[in-house]
């Protein structure tokens, strides 16, 4: 009896750098090692970097369904949907409300999901956006092994992932604050972020997801997210 030899394929050559840039969930959820900053601009990580300042702590949930009420009223914590008037929402302007010591949880399907699948992947997730851009950048580059920066971006109509400029930037000028060796992703994005660097508040105001939210009356979250390093807050997700 003979058998036939099979060849087994394999990829050679790889270059490994330390700095990356990616989209989304699906690269999310593929890190099993390393840092994964997540980067959700308008608003998720934002209004986390917002919240966190505060010294109030944050639970992410990917589902916007009855379940993320049941999730808030186990771990005692408030429910930011927006639907009642003296409760939190997702607009980071508006967490000066919110007393220290207390819980909230953050339901989005783009900033959460990709903060939880990275986590329950194995990386170690950290909320970045451009408020605390060279403070999360310093913060990644004191740790061992690579460094993924993911940008959420937003959703088509269709659920498929739609790259957006806000997180473009947020990533960019994360990276940008960071020493190592940029994949060529990376160094688009900090090419990206440069460019935008001296103009954020206009830029992000007038890309689809700023036009989007000025339309749903978040001027002001657009002006607050547009701030660069101005927050020395790293919002690291944890087990509890």
Known sequence: MTTEARSVPAWAGQVRHGLRFQWGPLLAATLAEGICVVVDVLRFTTAVEATVTRGVAVYPYR???????????????????????????????????????????????????????????????????????????????????????????????????????????????????????????ARAAMAAFRDAADDLPEVLSQCASGSELTEKGGQADIGYGAQLNVSATVPVLRAC
């Open 63 to 185: 589902w916007r369904d009855a379940t993320a009420a049941a999730l808030a009223g186990s771990v005692q914590a408030l429910l930011a949907d927006g639907r009642d008037p003296a409760g939190p929402s997702l607009s980071p302007s508006g967490m000066a409300a919110l007393a220290p010591g207390t819980s909230v949880v953050f339901r989005s399907p783009n900033g959460s999901a990709c903060a939880l699948l990275a986590s329950e992947a194995g990386a170690r997730v950290v909320a970045g956006c451009l408020r605390n851009a060279a403070a999360v950048g310093a913060w990644a580059a004191r740790t061992d092994g690579p460094v993924n920066v993911i940008a959420c971006g937003e959703k088509w109509p269709d659920g498929s992932l739609r790259p957006s400029l806000e997180d473009l930037l947020g990533a960019g000028a994360i990276l940008a604050a960071m020493t190592g060796d940029p994949s060529p992703e």
